[in-house]
């Protein structure tokens, strides 16, 4: 799958090209990353002994902004997957209109077969490896798949040693202690249910109790979970990478929370019946939410699916193949690019904050943060309506043309008329 990764995900804008207005000069600066560096991150273990792990940082598009883009830390990381997922951030910075390009980072490495000790000296070392190409002008990280607040404290200490000076606005999501900002945690799954609210009526008219379907329980799932079964929805399914779990009379979600909080993982749920991971994806519900890994929904599975609407709360979790699979059979899919855009949505509050030495009080992130969001989305169903287009290529459509008005301002391609 990841050798196809970046080919694949080039095939939803590509669709786009056609219905809309851009520059040649845009589609060769998005042919590839504009940089991407590969370190290795030598880490004493707590028994002594040395390991090296890869790490990576790819700016893919930095014409509308700084790159920004979080840090994952995952066996499976490799150049294909940072350099792709730092594609999609450019489109997303740039969906929702954020003074942001898009970029990532990555270290192959399973997080839960290191002590905290050890994945402190992994995170500084990854730091101080690709230092050169941060900054709150340059590149600024955020966390990813497991990495969290604790990561970027360390990590944005071990930026401020390299400096000598305190860059609060070089990493977002830090621990409120040090400069982060309220709400930034639960801002993927508030700017998800943002944008389901808003397309509620659109997506779901006539059903009065929704139901979902939710694979992934980490930050962004468990969340979201939680404020959809608190809203009115019934969730009857959830999963993460070792169990699902189901109940059509719908889940207890704080009991799952807390078991997942207190044993690491969905096995042996207090709640539910447990079912297989596949089982599901295949569930006839009204939302599923994919919210784990790319390509969980690719060409193999995705005529399993019953659910009405799919809302893709992970990055890239429907495969292109996918995607054209599912529109055929009318199932509407809510672009990652704008679903789980809640959090990068945050850290550009976090980096302002960081830049003006103010603070931000949690109404002030809520309020603005529900603001953007039901702007975009809204301003997303009128370019789809408008232009008879389903949801992920008209948010395409409007990615590139902001992202070609940024190149083509910068470009030669302009005519010079006088002043
Ligand atoms: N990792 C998140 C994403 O994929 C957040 C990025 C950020 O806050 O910069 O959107």
Excluded: C
Excluded at 55 to 69: I, L, N, W
Excluded at 91 to 99: G, M, S, W
Excluded at 178 to 186: A, E, F, M, T
């Amino acid at each position: 799958m990841t050798d196809d990764l970046l080919s694949d995900a080039t095939r939803r804008p590509q669709r786009a090209y056609e219905h809309a207005e851009i520059s040649d000069e845009l589609l060769h600066r998005l042919e590839q990353p504009s940089s991407s560096l590969k370190v290795s991150i030598p880490v004493r273990m707590d028994d002594g002994s040395l390991r090296v792990f890869p790490g990576y940082r790819v700016r893919f598009d930095d014409s509308r902004g700084p790159a920004k883009g979080g840090i994952r830390y995952h066996p499976d990381v490799d150049v294909r997957e940072v350099t792709t997922l730092s594609y999609w951030m450019t489109f997303k910075t740039a969906l929702l209109d954020l003074p942001f390009g898009g970029g990532k980072g990555g270290v192959r490495v399973d997080p839960r077969s290191l002590s905290t000790a050890e994945l402190e000296r992994l995170s500084r070392g990854y730091v101080s490896a690709v230092a050169d190409a941060l900054g709150p002008d340059i590149d600024i990280p955020a966390p990813d798949v497991a990495t969290n607040e604790l990561v970027m404290g360390w990590m944005a200490d071990e930026y401020d040693k390299i400096v000598r000076g305190h860059v609060p606005a070089a990493f977002t999501g830090k621990p409120l202690a040090l400069g982060g900002i309220p709400g930034r945690s639960s801002a993927t799954s508030d700017g998800a249910f943002h944008v389901l609210r808003i397309l509620r009526d659109r997506l779901l008219s006539g059903v009065e109790t929704p139901t979902v379907a939710v694979q992934g329980f980490g930050n962004a799932g468990s969340q979201l979970a939680a404020t959809l079964a608190s809203d009115g929805y019934r969730v009857v399914a959830v999963s993460d990478s070792r169990a699902a779990v189901h109940d059509p009379d719908g889940l207890d979600v704080g009991k799952l929370v807390t078991h997942k909080q207190g044993t690491g993982s969905l096995e042996d749920p207090p709640v539910g019946e447990v079912i297989d991971a596949a089982e599901l994806l295949a569930l006839d519900v009204d939302v599923l939410v994919p919210a784990a890994l790319e390509g969980a929904i690719h060409a193999d599975n995705a005529g399993d699916l019953q659910a009405r609407v799919v809302l893709e709360v992970a990055n890239g979790p429907v495969t292109a193949d996918a995607d054209e699979i599912l529109t055929e059979a009318g199932v509407e899919v809510v672009p990652d690019i704008l679903a789980n855009a809640g959090g990068v949505t945050v850290s550009w509050f976090e980096w302002i904050q960081g830049r003006s030495g103010d603070r931000w009080d949690a109404a002030a992130v809520e309020e603005r943060l529900e603001r953007r969001m039901v702007a975009e989305t809204e301003h997303l169903t009128r370019v789809a309506s408008g232009r008879d287009l389903p949801l992920v290529t008209a948010a395409y459509v409007i990615a590139l043309e902001r992202l070609s008005a940024a190149v083509d301002a910068q470009g030669t391609a302009r005519t010079y008329s006088g002043g």
